[in-house]
Each structure stands twice: as structure tokens, then as C-alpha cells.
């Protein structure tokens, strides 16, 4: 019977790494964008789990999972300073020690219970894969919504691996990447008489079978030619500004699409901060505007309904109005509301206090129909939820509308992180995406995530594209939501197997020997 693995590194070594790899992992992710880092970070992190007792798994888990949420999302603490940034970095590192708890039983468990070389080479990756899998859908939907920033997959954005995601989805690339890496450790680690070249082949023949897999073939069914503009308005929470400043910045910034044919005309988050349904000076310039250009105008702003908030897109036709509109699904919890507001006040009343105004989350479909053209509409934080996009295309979106306000995040990494999640999201639906912001950086992304156009962060201006049409569905938008239950039921269900079996299996090599009876005096051997 093959004994439990021992640790590769003494507890305060692989303390130590751990708040090494954070960092590297994050590296990985933009705005530094170094995607192999996120494949050395993870490495690092999981050669601690190796051989740790429960509570040491716990606590370098925990540590692993500070330095890294720490460093990837500071930008939190820009405005509101750092509790909000240090109690999210805790609560995200307590599922990550949770995380790290069952792949360290998963490398103790496995390969005792199938102790050959198809339980540890085979078996082993894609139980922990399954287990890192399941770890992250968790946290990307629960609690209050969840938070999917830091998911692994959303570090190749441009690697050669983002095409994989039309495939398998965010999920899957997770669960692959992970893979490749737990696999090479093993292969690594192996005892026996693999030479050095095999040590070598294997891991690299896996990521070339990989990386061979072609992307899913784009089919598109039309193009529609679109206007994106960014009005560069001082649009953040505690800014300055009077009322109407952030609507005349974003009209200013249109009058350099009028005279060109346009089907539509797309501004961010926001982008309206009168509410044209109640203020007409609003909605007079709203009319004004799309006469102009000849085309509707698709703008957030905040609408107000049975004395509820909404963070609400808007589908405005000049002389009619909203033709349709589209409340925000997922507001940010402690952003744009305040959950359980009577428990969490007491621990922090001024930052609480700051959040006077609840939004309440909508219940509305997420498509318009843009004089037959149907656009998927994501606001901010809705384009992390994977269940949406896919809400979006079974409803039949032919492009993508991702309006956004970064201002609060102002030149930190906040903004390349959310455009990252954007490319991905046009790969994984082959749908042109048009991530448009108050303040930038702005893009049109096409379905193979290429770049069509920018504006710069912080410059007013316009995108205005012909961009493709799709209503094909990629493998992932079909069963997406499938492969993530999959592989963490997969490796849910072989780490609670091999527990299992584990407990019922006799450790023979544990097994006293059987003591000798004692010679009497004088009594020959």
C-alpha cells in the first residue's frame, strides 16, 4: 500500500511560498498580464497542499489565497480605503483554505487508494482540477451573488489558450489549466525509472494536445454597424459634478458620430446620470441626439420604480422614448447595496453609512431588439456572471453591449481585469462585444477576441464599427453550465470515494510485527 505523500516543504517554507505566490499568480492577470505566471503561481500554491495536515493546509491556503486576492483586487481600496479591500481579500481566503483543505486530502487520499501509476498521473489531476473547479463556481455565485474576480481562466484573455474557451467555457479552462499543472508535478514526482526525457514529454505532449485543439469555427449572420461613445465625465461616486454634467459629456462626445450611418448608438453605465423617464431636459436631449444621428440610443442610468433603485440600460428612440429597458440583475453587494444592512452596519457604520441608496436587482430579460437586431445587454459586474451570457445568446443576442463605469476604480487594474473578462466573454460566445465605459478603456472585441477599436482610458471619444452578427451557439454556451458541474462533481465524488476507501482499507504496512514470546533463563535460542 503506498503511503501518504510527505510535505515537499517544512510549514514555514511553504508559508512562505505561498505569500510568494500570490503575487505570481496575480502577475498572470492584467494589467501586468504575464499569462505562464498564472500557470507558476498555481504551481506554487498547490506544491504547498502536498503532504500538509489539515490545519497546515489550512493555513497555508489561507495565506496563498491573502497575497493573492490582496495584490489582484487593491484597487478596492481606492475610495473607500481598507476594510472594504482587506474583509473581501479575507472572505475570499477563507474558500481558498477551504480549497486548499480538500486537495490536500486529495493528494494524501488518491494515490493510497489507487496506488499505481494511473491513480497518481490519471486520476489524481483531475480529482484536484475538479476539486479547484468547484472551489471557484462556489465562490463565483455564493454568498449574496458571489464574486468570480481572480477565477484562473480569466488570466489568458490573450494567451494561446483563451480560444479553448468557445469549448469548454471559464470553468473548463480552469479545470484544463489546472490540469496541465497538477499533472506536470506529478510526472515530476513520480518515483520509479522514468528517464528525464519523459519527465519532460509528457507534460509538454499534454499541452500541445491542448493547445491543438482548433478553435470553434466563427458563423456569423449579418453585421450592424454600431457607435460606441465614452464621454471621459467625472463619474465616480465622490466626485464633483453638478447634475446633468455626465449626460452633456456624453452628448458632447457624440456629435462626432452624427453623419455617419449608424444602426445604433451605445453609452456606458450610467451615462445619463438625469433619468430621462423623469426629468425631460433629459430626455430632450436623448430625442435631440438620436434625431441627429438616425439611430436609437442605448444608455444606462438610474430609474426609480414603486420607491425602488434600479441601475437600469435603456433602449431610447427619438420622438418614443424607452422602447425598452433593462435593470441591472446582480448588483454589487456593499456597492450599490447593503445586504443584511442591521447585521453588517455595527462592524463598519461610516463606510456602511456611505451606501445610502439600494439598488435592487432586476428581474427583466437582457436583450433589445435594436430594429432586428438583438443585443445582449451586460451593466458593470454582470459580464463575471456566466449565467447570464448564456441567458443572453438562448435568448437569441447577436452581439454583446457591456456598459460599464469605471470611475471609481480610476487607473488601477480594475479596468483591464473587467476588459479581459469582456474578450473572453466574445471567444466564449462568438459574439462581437462592445465594452463600452465613462472614462475607459473602451473596446470593440470581435468574436476571436481581437481588438476592432479603442479609446483610451480617460479621453472622451467614439468607436463607430461594422461589426459581425452571430446566432450560432459555441460548445460552451450550449454546455458550459454542464462541464462545471461535471468535473467538480467528478472531483467532489473521488476525493469522497477515496476517503472512504482509504478508511476501509487495511494499512498493511502499518501493521505491528508480532513480538516474540520472551526465552526463559538458561532456555537455548
Not at 462585444?433 to 475607459?440: D, F, L, R
Request: charged share 15%; glycine share 10%.
Amino acid at each position: 500500500m503506498t503511503q501518504p505523500p510527505r510535505p515537499i516543504l517544512p510549514l514555514l517554507a511553504a508559508v512562505l511560498v505561498a505569500a510568494g505566490a500570490g503575487p505570481v499568480l496575480d502577475a498572470g492577470f492584467p494589467d501586468k498580464s504575464v499569462w505562464p505566471l498564472a500557470f507558476v503561481g498555481a504551481a506554487l500554491i498547490l506544491l504547498t497542499f502536498i503532504g500538509r495536515s489539515a490545519w497546515g493546509a489550512l493555513l497555508v491556503g489561507f495565506v496563498a489565497g491573502v497575497s493573492f486576492y490582496l495584490v489582484h483586487v487593491s484597487w478596492t481600496a481606492l475610495y473607500l480605503g481598507p476594510v472594504p479591500w482587506v474583509a473581501l481579500s479575507v472572505l475570499e481566503s477563507l474558500f481558498f483554505a477551504l480549497g486548499a483543505l480538500l486537495i490536500t486530502l486529495a493528494f494524501r487520499f488518491v494515490p493510497i487508494v489507487w496506488g499505481n501509476r494511473f491513480g497518481r498521473l490519471v486520476l489524481l489531476p483531475v480529482v484536484v482540477a475538479g476539486l479547484w473547479t468547484a472551489r471557484e463556481a462556489l465562490v463565483s455565485t455564493w454568498p449574496y451573488g458571489g464574486f468570480a474576480w481572480g477565477r484562473l481562466a480569466l488570466s489568458q484573455s490573450e494567451s494561446p489558450f483563451a480560444p479553448l474557451v468557445a469549448w469548454v467555457g471559464l470553468s473548463g479552462l480552469s479545470f484544463l489549466m489546472v490540469w496541465l499543472v497538477v499533472l506536470t508535478i506529478q510526472v515530476v514526482r513520480e518515483p520509479g525509472a522514468l528517464t528525464l526525457f519523459t519527465r519532460i514529454a509528457v507534460p509538454a505532449a499534454a499541452i500541445a494536445a491542448v493547445l491543438a485543439i482548433p478553435a470553434v469555427p466563427i458563423v456569423t449572420s449579418g453585421t450592424s454597424t454600431i457607435a460606441a461613445v465614452q464621454g471621459n465625465a467625472k463619474a465616480g461616486y465622490f466626485d464633483r459634478r453638478e447634475p446633468g454634467d455626465i449626460l452633456m459629456a456624453q452628448a458632447s462626445a457624440s456629435l462626432d458620430v452624427v453623419g455617419q450611418t449608424v444602426d445604433m448608438v451605445v453609452w456606458p453605465e450610467n451615462g445619463s446620470d438625469l433619468n430621462p423617464l423623469t426629468v425631460p431636459e433629459a430626455a430632450g436631449v436623448l430625442d435631440y441626439l438620436g434625431s441627429q444621428l438616425g439611430a436609437p440610443i442605448l444608455t444606462g442610468t438610474i430609474t426609480e420604480r414603486d420607491d425602488k433603485f434600479f441601475n437600469t440600460s435603456l433602449l431610447w428612440s427619438a420622438g418614443e422614448g424607452a422602447l425598452d429597458y433593462y435593470d441591472k440583475r446582480h448588483p454589487v453587494p456593499f456597492g450599490e447595496y447593503v445586504p443584511d444592512r442591521a447585521f453588517w452596519e455595527p462592524f463598519a457604520p461610516d463606510l456602511i453609512g456611505l451606501i445610502a441608496r439600494e439598488y435592487t436587482p432586476g428581474t427583466r430579460d437582457n436583450i433589445f431588439n435594436v430594429n432586428g437586431v438583438i443585443a445582449g445587454i451586460s451593466i458593470c459586474f454582470d459580464i463575471v456572471d456566466d449565467a447570464l451570457t448564456r441567458e443572453a445568446v438562448d435568448r437569441g443576442a447577436q452581439v454583446i453591449i457591456a456598459q460599464t463605469n469605471n470611475a471609481d476604480f480610476g487607473r488601477t487594474d480594475e479596468n483591464q481585469q473587467q476588459l479581459a473578462i469582456a474578450r473572453l466573454r466574445a471567444i466564449e460566445s462568438s459574439r462581437t462585444v462592445v465594452n463600452i465605459s465613462t472614462v475607459g478603456t473602451s473596446q470593440m472585441i470581435g468574436p476571436d477576441g481581437r481588438t476592432l477599436s479603442e479609446i483610451d482610458a480617460y479621453e472622451p471619444g467614439s468607436m463607430v464599427e461594422t461589426v459581425p452578427l452571430s446566432n450560432s451557439r459555441t460548445p460552451a454556451m450550449l454546455h458550459g453550465a454542464g462541464i462545471e458541474s461535471i468535473v467538480s462533481i467528478f472531483g467532489l465524488a473521488g476525493l469522497i470515494i477515496a476517503g472512504i476507501s482509504n478508511g476501509r482499507t487495511p494499512r498493511m504496512s502499518r501493521k505491528p510485527a508480532q513480538s516474540q514470546p520472551r526465552r526463559k533463563a538458561g532456555q537455548p535460542a
